[in-house]
């Protein structure tokens, strides 16, 4: 402290030395798509459209008007309005998915998300171009590099399946071996999860039989996937009606439920905005079918509007069959490694252990305060073992500090029943 010369009141500031756990951020996507550099853009002298190398790595987008103009949608929309030839249109209207899921995000609720370009619309992609190359930072190795992110999402997933010039349909089995690569991609990982698009024009029987070919439900794998259906009809970007992908408009839905809520809550029972309609209506049995197949189904119910009507993993195990378990545990997990780094190097002994205890104490005590684990009490919702117990001799000899750490995460009361039963009515008394 500086000498006190004239009287009055002085602070001295002096650490603490407590050591907290600060929530990291569940609500960022990465959009992998199609796109190119447009000839029609012209560059205002504020933001300039990203060329065609920094299309193929991660760029951060923090809005959709960002987006438009690093993306040349203005020029992609008047190239496609101007094209007469069949074909380059084809090629031109690839690009639309991309731009439409990143619109519906910002739409529902989203603030910023990632996006990592493919820039030959004309061709497939193959599943190791999807996979990508760590080392020039593309597909989805470019997104290792990436920790915020937190749900990985391809509306250009169907159209990778064949190039352009072809006539065919899309692939189902081209179209489900790139979906595995986004689910060993998030699987990895284990801080993000896959928002997969069912193929387009399926029926329900078709969509529930597609959902068998994405792998063994009792996987680990199975936990890190999400599935939805129908896709959704939206007024368009360039003002053209068109049906397209649901994930862009569904990573709006989990980023809005984490902002309004928090990330315990199931992302369903919720209004999606910027879509005009179904395509596909189902009936409850229809749904039925295909919520016990791990399929999270868009519903449209009278005075109600279009809601997300289902939040499962495609997972049948108890612990990970609910979408919003499996991402506040992995919540859970990221935020604790990221705020404990401080503990590396330290001397491994009971202090260490006391603030590491006190730190994860005090965050996941604060999780239950906000309704994200079961319990009357503290102790009723989960437990942390840090101490001689569980650190012996041996660990402290191999340089470990180990903290088991047990929670109670709150599960969706997805089917709600009501028991009705008439009361006859008693007869008066004779006066």
Not at 178 to 205: F, S
Request: with cysteine.
């Amino acid at each position: 402290m500086s000498s006190m010369k004239p009287p009055g009141v002085y602070v001295t500031e002096k650490s603490s030395g407590v050591r907290m756990v600060v929530g990291t951020n569940t609500s960022v996507p990465a959009f992998l798509g199609y796109t190119k550099p447009s000839a029609k853009d012209a560059t205002d002298g504020s933001v300039a459209p990203f060329t065609e190398a920094e299309r193929k790595t991660p760029q951060p987008v923090r809005g959709w008007q960002e987006f438009a103009s690093r993306y040349s949608v203005k020029g992609l929309t008047e190239e496609l309005a101007e094209a007469t030839d069949p074909a380059e249109r084809h090629v031109l209207k690839r690009c639309l998915p991309l731009a439409e899921a990143v619109y519906g995000f910002f739409a529902n609720g989203g603030t910023t998300c990632y996006v990592v370009g493919f820039t030959s619309p004309e061709n497939a992609v193959s599943v190791q171009d999807l996979k990508g190359d760590a080392e020039s930072r593309t597909g989805l190795a470019g997104l290792e590099t990436v920790p915020e992110v937190s749900m990985i999402a391809v509306p250009s997933l169907w159209d990778m399946t064949t190039d352009a010039s072809s006539d065919a349909a899309p692939d189902h089995g081209e179209g489900a071996a790139r979906a595995a690569e986004v689910e060993k991609h998030c699987t990895k990982l284990r801080d993000r999860l896959a928002i997969l698009d069912a193929p387009p024009g399926q029926d329900p029987a078709q969509v529930k039989a597609f959902s068998e070919k994405l792998g063994a439900r009792d996987s680990d794998t199975a936990a890190f996937t999400t599935l939805y259906y129908p896709w959704v009809t939206v007024p368009g970007i360039d003002g053209h009606e068109r049906t397209v992908p649901p994930c862009g408009h569904v990573a709006g839905v989990w980023a809005r439920t984490d902002a309004e809520r928090g990330v315990f809550k199931a992302p369903a029972n919720q209004n999606l905005r910027g879509v005009r309609s179904l395509p596909t209506l189902l009936t409850d049995d229809q749904h039925g079918e295909l919520n016990e197949a791990g399929v999270n189904c868009l519903r449209v119910f009278p005075d109600r509007g279009l809601l997300v009507w289902g939040a499962r993993t495609m997972s049948t195990t108890r612990d990970w069959k609910y979408l919003n378990v499996r991402r506040t545990v992995s919540h859970f997990a990221d935020s604790i490694q990221q705020s404990t780094t401080w503990a590396v190097f330290e001397p491994n002994d009971e202090r260490l252990w006391a603030t590491m205890r006190h730190a994860v104490v005090s965050f996941l005590t604060d999780q239950w305060r906000q309704g994200a684990l079961q319990g009357r009490t503290p102790d009723e919702a989960f437990y942390v073992i840090c101490d001689a117990t569980n650190n012996t001799s041996e660990t402290i000899a191999e340089g470990k500090v180990v903290c088991d750490i047990g929670v109670a995460p709150v599960r969706p009361a997805e089917f709600v029943q009501f028991t009705v039963t008439q009361i006859a009515g008693q007869p008066g008394e004779n006066s």
